[in-house]
Structure formats: structure tokens, C-alpha cells
Nanobody, 126 residues
Framework: QVQLVESGGGLVQAGGSLSLLCEAS????????MGWFRQAPGKEREFVAA????????VYADSVKGRFTISRDNAKNTVYLQMNSLKPENTAVYYC???????????????????WGQGTQVTVSS
């Protein structure tokens, strides 16, 4: 089992920044991927960003490219999501997820992820 705990959410004004982090504990895997997803009120959960743990390769949703950065700290088993130039439409619950056996050419599909955190609220005011 893998436990994921997100933190760092909060309230920020449009144009501001927030940094989320997700700490993983429990069973670890050498070749897994970590992703961030979000769910806005009344909408389905969607992909935000992901990173392969070994290579550090990243992928982003088009809507966040250039504004969000995903990174990881191997020693701390922690993945980060730095969010800049936030917009009101970025308001959502942000979830961290782990894929213990990620497909070679895909990181953005929710059903591939095996473990999920409880989520952290991000609210961007206009």
C-alpha cells in the first residue's frame, strides 16, 4: 500500500502563486509515476501534470503549460506542484496520485493510477 498526503492548498488572488506538495509513504516502487489531477465544482476530475520518478520526465495539460511546474524530491518521496499566474478557473480540489506501473507513452489517464490522496482545496479569487 502507498499512502499519499497532499498539503499546501489555500486561498490566493488571481495572478498569485501556490505550491502544493504530496508526501508518499508505505510501499515504494522504483519505476512509478506521480500525477496531479483536479476537480472543480460541478466538473469531472481532470489531469494537470505528471512526472516519472526515475527519469524525471514530465507532462502537462495544455491549460497549465508555462504556469505550473511539477517536480520531485527522491530522498523525501515528495512531489511538488508549483502553480504560478493562477486564474479563478484553477479553483478546484487538487489530488495527488501514484501509478506504480505507468504505461510507456501515457501519464495523463486517471484509470492508470493506483493510489490517490485525499485532495487539497485551491481557491483563486478574482
Amino acid at each position: 500500500q502507498v499512502q499519499l498526503v497532499e498539503s499546501g492548498g489555500g486561498l490566493v488572488q488571481a495572478g498569485g502563486s501556490l505550491s502544493l506538495l504530496c508526501e508518499a509513504s508505505g510501499r515504494t516502487f522504483s519505476n512509478y509515476a506521480m500525477g496531479w489531477f483536479r476537480q472543480a465544482p460541478g466538473k469531472e476530475r481532470e489531469f494537470v501534470a505528471a512526472i516519472r520518478w526515475l527519469s524525471g520526465n514530465t507532462v502537462y495539460a495544455d491549460s497549465v503549460k508555462g504556469r505550473f511546474t511539477i517536480s520531485r524530491d527522491n530522498a523525501k518521496n515528495t512531489v511538488y506542484l508549483q502553480m504560478n499566474s493562477l486564474k479563478p478557473e484553477n479553483t478546484a480540489v487538487y489530488y495527488c496520485a501514484a501509478d506504480v506501473n505507468p504505461p510507456r507513452y501515457r501519464l495523463s489517464t486517471q484509470v492508470d493510477y493506483d493510489y490517490w490522496g485525499q485532495g487539497t482545496q485551491v481557491t483563486v479569487s478574482s
